[in-house]
């Protein structure tokens, strides 16, 4: 079995910063594309960003020029760099990864999410 635990949220003003981290553990023979997704209240999940395991990324127009993912190999870890946040980030953001299990099944895994409050 393969768990993501997130870390990182919180509370920021307006124009401020957070770091997310995601690790994943549990028998893990490899992990292919990783991402973070949120979902406000009110609204459907929705993608924020994707990285592959070749470190290409994907961005989600409103975030572009701000979020940075990033990931570390050897620590099964995706980080989020957000920066110059509003209020319209506030959400809850879930870490999201496309894994291989030690026994070759091919599983999709979530993180708890983790809560992102923008004050103005």
């Known amino acids: 079995q393969v768990h993501m635990v997130e870390s990182g949220g919180g509370s920021v003003q307006a124009g401020g910063s957070l770091r997310l981290s995601c690790a994943a553990s549990?028998?893990?023979?490899?992990?292919?594309?990783m991402g973070w997704y949120r979902q406000a209240p009110g609204k459907q999940r929705e993608l924020v960003a994707r990285i592959t395991s070749g470190r290409s990324t994907i961005y989600a127009e409103p975030v572009k020029g701000r979020f940075t993912i990033s990931r570390d190999n050897d620590k099964n870890t995706v980080y989020l760099q957000m920066n110059s946040l509003s209020p319209e980030d506030t959400a809850v953001y879930y870490c999201?990864?496309?894994?291989?299990?030690?026994?070759?099944?091919?599983?999709?895994?979530w993180g708890q999410g983790t809560l992102v409050t923008v004050s103005s």
């Open positions: 999201n990864a496309q894994a291989v299990s030690s026994i070759g099944r091919y599983l999709e895994v």
């Open positions: 549990g028998s893990i023979r490899e992990i292919n594309a």
